[in-house]
């Protein structure tokens, strides 16, 4: 099941968001070696993607599947066929696991100031944030993620040429 859900995944929702990434590369927006253009990609399109594969998985996991005679598995929509199996004719195999102990794990094993869950330096991501606010703060969409992206760096680009080069 979840090698069909990756493929699934990978011919439906994937070249789609390919093809809008490339474009920014086709056009001469986006070069991933300019380090400030790296940064700008990674405030505006990594969090708008993650949000576009949590639509994606919610609309899988509560959309009933075409029903197959040959399946042998419960039919129904899948995050209901998980939540209570036995209505489905099911068992439930699911191991429990409290959120008390979820929660003792991420403090042992989990510094959340880790830098490795900053998406760029903090007071960049803060001065984009402000920039962004100027803008409006406009919705990120597949028709506009460019332009936000390409306003955004311009403001920095515009802000950075008015700094010294270099204190001599």
């Not at 969090?47 to 075409?66: C, D, F, I, M, S």
């Not at 429990?96 to 102990?101: D, I, L, N, Q």
């Not at 409006?136 to 010294?164: D, E, K, T």
Request: glycine share 4%; aromatic share 12%; net charge neutral.
């Amino acid at each position: 099941m979840p090698e069909i859900a990756w493929s699934q995944l990978r011919h439906r929702f994937t070249p789609g968001f390919e093809k809008l990434l490339e474009q920014g590369t086709d056009t001469g927006w986006f070069d991933p070696d300019n380090t400030l253009q790296l940064m700008v990609f990674h405030w505006v399109f990594i969090p708008w993607l993650q949000q576009e594969l949590n639509n994606y998985q919610a609309r899988v996991n509560n959309t009933q599947k075409h029903r197959d005679k040959n399946k042998v598995l419960p039919h129904g929509v899948p995050e209901l066929v998980h939540s209570s199996p036995e209505d489905y004719g099911a068992l439930n195999f699911k191991v429990m696991v409290s959120p008390e102990a979820m929660a003792q794990v991420r403090q042992v094993y989990i510094n959340p100031a880790h830098p490795v869950f900053d998406l760029l330096p903090p007071a960049l991501g803060i001065f984009i944030d402000e920039c962004y606010a100027y803008l409006g703060r406009p919705s990120v969409s597949r028709n506009l993620a460019w332009a936000i992206y390409c306003n955004l760096l311009g403001m920095l680009r515009q802000h950075f040429s008015h700094l010294p080069r270099s204190i001599s």
